[in-house]
């Protein structure tokens, strides 16, 4: 085979992208509104050129494997501009072809050294766009998982270079608005490049926070299991900066009202570097948890979750009973305030608020008969503010 292939190298090269590379079919659209219900979803995502184009893509990858075409010859081939338009047959909606591209382009980097850096480029770029333009690549699980091995491959220290690829496509990967799709794959190469250097956590967890979801409960859930990888490759003594954070959005999490991220939020309490934290740190954690969670104890509406944060109350007072006590009796209110009101309640304190307004408009409109009423920010209906209909009986924190 490779005696009359490998002559040949560049024919067969141009009969390869010829058929494989040509813009994608957009199969989800295929189709009558409410055709295929009740159908499973790999049925519906069936591309009609497959059948073609599985036996170019099976012919390409055992070229590759073949030792006949070696990297002399494939490197002439293998370009940049090849590359990018190989890369961008990762969108594909069809999953075999997907499953065939991960495995070429992964013998490919294995076997062409000279190219692994300008491969690596390519894939940056690919992300990249995923992170500041797109929001939606069907690729990313497997060209992460392509990563993964390529991570596992790092020397340590670790270059520059892939520091700097860390920080800029790793930790904002998880702003991505379909970050829930590839999450698994983006968490195992975060956690490989802790492996390789455990400082690299800090960043990831600054990371975290400050790309935490909203109004994205399963994903929520996904980033509350990486904090706690990511926590346990922290050292202890270099987290006090980042503890205020963390602890305030463990609380959120605990007294929010969706019950799968309460509960895996509560699992940090098993966790006994966890806990080592929070004895470490007892001086700002008990003020903070304390109140909330003997609250959140007494009133919860689950009854499991109520018997677990009867028992982390326990735990608790049995690790400091005087700073637990202390904390009960000297929260600060305006750092910490517990909004959980009924609604008759909520209604009068906005009614006085309402009436504070209303006397400080009639005295200025004494002066200035021109005034016109200022639009409020706790207006019933304004996106922002105290009185916005948000309020729906969680602890807040300033």
Not at 8 to 37: Q, W
Not at 50 to 62: A, C, G, I, K, S
Not at 276 to 300: G, Q, W
Request: aromatic letters at 10%.
């Amino acid at each position: 085979m490779s005696n009359i292939i490998v002559p040949h190298l560049d024919l067969v090269i141009e009969m390869i992208e010829k058929n494989i590379f040509r813009p994608l079919p957009i199969l989800k659209k295929a189709g009558l509104p409410g055709e295929g219900v009740g159908m499973e979803e790999e049925e519906l995502l069936v591309d009609p050129a497959w059948p073609h184009l599985q036996p170019v893509y099976e012919f390409f990858l055992q070229l590759i494997v073949s030792e006949g075409a070696d990297v002399k010859a494939l490197k002439v081939h293998i370009t940049p501009s090849f590359i990018q338009e190989f890369l961008e047959l990762f969108d594909s909606e069809e999953p075999r072809e997907r499953e065939y591209l991960k495995n070429i382009l992964h013998r490919l980097y294995a076997k062409l050294v000279p190219r692994r850096k300008m491969i690596r480029k390519a894939i940056n770029d690919c992300f990249y766009s995923l992170i500041h333009e797109n929001f939606k690549f069907n690729g990313a699980s497997e060209l992460l998982d392509i990563l993964a091995s390529i991570i596992s491959g790092f020397a340590v220290p670790l270059r520059e270079e892939h520091i700097t690829f860390f920080k800029n496509v790793i930790i904002p990967l998880h702003k991505v608005q379909t970050c829930h799709t590839f999450h698994e794959h983006l968490m195992r190469c975060s956690m490989l490049f802790l492996a390789k250097d455990p400082s690299l956590g800090l960043f990831l967890l600054d990371g975290l926070l400050k790309y935490w979801p909203f109004a994205n409960s399963p994903k929520e859930v996904m980033f509350i299991s990486e904090l706690i990888e990511v926590l346990e490759t922290c050292e202890v003594q270099k987290l006090e900066p980042y503890i205020p954070k963390v602890f305030k959005r463990l609380v959120k999490c605990i007294s929010g009202l969706h019950l799968q991220v309460a509960d895996r939020a509560m699992c940090f309490f098993e966790n006994d570097y966890f806990l080592n934290i929070l004895k470490t740190y007892k001086s700002y954690t008990f003020p903070l948890l304390v109140p909330i969670i003997c609250h959140m104890a007494d009133t919860h509406w689950h009854k499991v979750l109520q018997e677990s944060l009867n028992a982390l109350k326990a735990i608790l007072k049995e690790i400091d009973s005087q700073a637990f006590d202390r904390a009960l009796e000297k929260r600060d209110q305006n750092k910490l305030y517990l909004a959980i009101q009924d609604p008759k309640q909520v209604k009068r304190e906005k009614a006085k608020m309402d009436e504070k307004w209303k006397t400080l408009l009639r005295m200025a409109q004494q002066k200035n008969p021109n005034l016109k009423e200022p639009v409020l920010p706790y207006a019933d209906n304004h996106v922002v503010g105290e009185f916005n209909g948000i309020n729906n009986g969680n602890v807040n924190i300033s």
